[in-house]
């Protein structure tokens, strides 16, 4: 069975800083995906970033970028250079398989909710 | 482009009473998934469809829970006799079903509360 966790329930943040997300997974699989999704007060789940589990070099996005160490199995984001919009939600997910199939489902951590400081 | 809508925002059920939930996916996404949200928690996987084929409905708490999605677009989600503990956000994602990256476009959920 897949599992994400999260550790870290709260974090906070200094505009312009940059802060480090925490996330573990678990899985026998050898091909899977890991995701970032952020959830503001809004509600809405915004895709971040990805990661695949063959995926050689760590994901990057903009001023997101994904601290991918297989052998220790976690993804951490890594948001830099924080805005005030980032403050919200941020849930770790897991998908068993990377490729041609699109169907597996998204298994999710409880989240971090990140606060960013002006 | 139009992302993925969900109607309504907002259902106040009374507990027994049956309520419908719809999704909206984004035009030519093959997949589409149902989760529930619980205050403070990541979302749960409820079920999944491909095209009008739901593949995947292990995650559906009870028997009344049920989904469809009858022309491949757009889905229902009913919950049958609503029970307080059905309280959550319900959130739809729809993907497509080639390319590399298959990452769930979710639409704004639907907050729904059983008194």
């Known amino acids: 069975a897949q599992k994400i966790t999260q550790t870290q329930p709260g974090m906070f943040v200094q505009e312009k800083e940059a802060v480090t997300l925490d996330c573990t997974y678990d899985?026998?699989?050898?091909?899977?995906?890991l995701f970032w999704y952020k959830q503001p007060s809004s509600g809405e789940m915004i895709f971040l970033i990805y990661?695949?589990?063959?995926?050689?070099q760590n994901a990057t996005e903009g001023r997101y970028s994904l601290n991918f160490q297989k052998a220790r199995k976690s993804a951490n984001l890594v948001i830099s250079a924080s805005q005030l919009g980032d403050s919200a939600m941020y849930f770790c997910a897991m998908r068993e398989g990377q490729r041609e199939t699109s169907g597996s489902r998204l298994t999710f951590g409880e989240g971090t909710q990140l606060t960013v400081n002006p | 482009g139009a992302g993925v809508s969900q109607s309504p925002r907002y259902k106040v059920a009374k507990r027994g009473q049956d309520v419908a939930l719809r999704c909206d996916p984004i035009?030519?996404?093959?997949?589409l998934f149902w989760y529930q949200q619980a205050l403070g928690q990541g979302p749960e996987f409820l079920t999944y469809?491909?095209?009008?084929?739901?593949?995947?409905k292990s995650g559906l708490p009870s028997d009344r829970f049920f989904a469809e999605r009858p022309e491949g677009s757009v889905s229902t989600l009913k919950i049958q006799r609503t029970q307080q503990e059905d309280s959550a956000v319900y959130l739809c994602a729809s993907s497509l079903s080639s390319g590399r990256v298959y990452e769930q476009y979710f639409g704004p959920g639907t907050r729904l509360t059983v008194t």
């Open positions: 035009s030519g996404h093959v997949s």
């Open positions: 990661q695949g589990s063959y995926d050689e």
């Open positions: 899985t026998s699989d050898q091909s899977y995906g």
């Open positions: 469809f491909q095209n009008e084929a739901q593949l995947d």
